[in-house]
C-alpha cells in the first residue's frame, strides 16, 4: 500500500510500525493463539498491556506513579467537559475558563449545568485567532481550565499560566506532542486519536491528592474515583484502543521520548508557516502571533477565495488529505500530529510555493 500524506485532524496519522504491529496482534497476541480483540481484559496477556500502557505514560511525562493516577476512559473529549465539573464542581461553588476556541466554548457550556462559571479570559472578540496572557486566576475557583491547543483555530498555550487554583487542561490536541511541565496540571485529559493513538479511549491524568476532593456522589461509571480505585478495569476497558497507545507510547520512547518529538514537530510546523509567510498576497495564516501558533495545526485561507477548489484538488493531486479547514471557519487546516512525516511538511511547502506560480 502507498501512503498518503494524512493531514487529517482527528483521528490523524499514526506511525506505520504502530499499525503493522497492530494488524498482527488483530491475529495473534503473545503466541497465545488468541487475539487481542479476543482476550479476556482481567487476563495475564491484556493486563501487561493495560499497565505497561500506563506506566509508560507517566515516565514520557515525568509524572511519578505515586502522585498521579492515570484513567482510560471512554465518550471521548466530550465527555470530560462534563465529567471534570460533575466531579469537582457543586452548586454555589465556581471554576474558572479560559475560551481560546470551539472546544473551550462547549467545555464552559458543560460546567454551567453544575455550577458557576467565569470565563476569566477569553479571545472570542478576535475569532479565537490568539492566546490571552496576563490572566489572573481566582485562588477560590475549584478549578481553573484552559484547552492546551486549539485543534481548530491553530493556536497553542506557548507558556502554561500561573495559577493558585487548581490547573486542569483539555490537552486533547497537543499531548504528547513537546515537552511541558505537566506536574503544573492537577488533571489533564486528551481523546487519544491525535497524537497517542485511535479513537475510543481519553486519557485522564490526575494528581491522587486532587482526586480525594471529587464528589462522591455520582453515577459510578461517572466518577474519577471509580476507574482510580480499579485501575480503569472496573468495567471493561476499550482494550483495543489502549492497546495501541501502549504501542504508540513505546515509539515515543524509541523515537528519544518528548524532547526529540518537540524538536521534529518545530522543524515540521517551522516549514510550512516558513511557506505560507513567504506570500502574504497568496496566504493569510489564520494567527498572525508567531508565539500563538499550533504546532499540530496550521490554520490558513487563500486571499482569493475563489481560488479555494483548485487549491484543495490540487493537493489531492500530490496525495495530500485532509486539508480542508474545519467545517465552522472554513479555509484550509494541516495537522501535522507526531505521526506526520517531515516529508509531507515538505511536500505540502512546495505545493504552497507551485501554487504561487498557478493561474
Ligand atoms: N478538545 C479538543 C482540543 C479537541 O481537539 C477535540 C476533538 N477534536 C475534543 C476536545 C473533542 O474530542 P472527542 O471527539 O474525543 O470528544
Redesign the pocket.
Known amino acids: 500500500m502507498q501512503r498518503i500524506y494524512n493531514f487529517s485532524?482527528?483521528p490523524g496519522a499514526l506511525p506505520l510500525p504502530v499499525l503493522e504491529e497492530a494488524s498482527r496482534a488483530v491475529l495473534e497476541i503473545n503466541n497465545s493463539g488468541m487475539s487481542i480483540l479476543e482476550v479476556s481484559h482481567r487476563g495475564k496477556d491484556y493486563e501487561a498491556v493495560h499497565y505497561d500502557a500506563m506506566q509508560r505514560l507517566l515516565r514520557i511525562l515525568g509524572l511519578s506513579a505515586d502522585e498521579y493516577s492515570v484513567m482510560f476512559v471512554g465518550g471521548?473529549?466530550?465527555?470530560q467537559f462534563a465529567m471534570l465539573p460533575m466531579n469537582f464542581l457543586q452548586t454555589g461553588q465556581s471554576a474558572d475558563y479560559v475560551n481560546t476556541g470551539e472546544?473551550g466554548t462547549k467545555a464552559i457550556k458543560e460546567a454551567k449545568r453544575f455550577g458557576t462559571v467565569n470565563v476569566t479570559a477569553s479571545s472570542e472578540d478576535k475569532s479565537f485567532s490568539y492566546i490571552p496572557k496576563n490572566i489572573t486566576f481566582s485562588p477560590n475557583a475549584q478549578y481553573a481550565h484552559i484547552?492546551t491547543?486549539?485543534?481548530i483555530e491553530g493556536t497553542e498555550w506557548s507558556d502554561i499560566p500561573q495559577s493558585d487554583a487548581p490547573l486542569v487542561a483539555?490537552v486533547?490536541?497537543d499531548f504528547m506532542a513537546r515537552t511541558l511541565d505537566y506536574s503544573r496540571f492537577s488533571l489533564f485529559y486528551a481523546?487519544a486519536?491525535?497524537n497517542a493513538g485511535p479513537?475510543g479511549v481519553?486519557i485522564v491524568v490526575a494528581r491522587k491528592s486532587y482526586l480525594e476532593q471529587a464528589s462522591d456522589d455520582i453515577p459510578s461509571m461517572l466518577s474519577y474515583k471509580t476507574f482510580a480505585k480499579a485501575d480503569s478495569l472496573y468495567n471493561t476497558p476499550p482494550v483495543f484502543p489502549i492497546y495501541v497507545v501502549g504501542l504508540v507510547l513505546k515509539w515515543i520512547e524509541e523515537q528519544g521520548g518528548l524532547m526529540v518529538v518537540e524538536a521534529n514537530n518545530r522543524a515540521k510546523a517551522s516549514l510550512v508557516y516558513d511557506a505560507l509567510d513567504a506570500f502574504p498576497d497568496v496566504y493569510e495564516p489564520a494567527v498572525t502571533d508567531k508565539g500563538d501558533r499550533s504546532l499540530m495545526n496550521i490554520t490558513f485561507r487563500l486571499r482569493d477565495t475563489d481560488r479555494e477548489k483548485a487549491f484543495l484538488s490540487g493537493s489531492q493531486e500530490r496525495q495530500m488529505d485532509g486539508l480542508k479547514g474545519h467545517r465552522s471557519v472554513g479555509g484550509f487546516r494541516a495537522s501535522v500530529y507526531n505521526a506526520f512525516p517531515i516529508e509531507g511538511c515538505h511536500a505540502l511547502a512546495q505545493y504552497l510555493h507551485d501554487f504561487v506560480e498557478q493561474k
Open positions: 485532524a482527528g471521548g473529549a466530550s465527555l472546544w484547552t491547543n486549539n485543534t483539555d486533547s490536541s481523546g486519536q491525535k479513537a481519553t
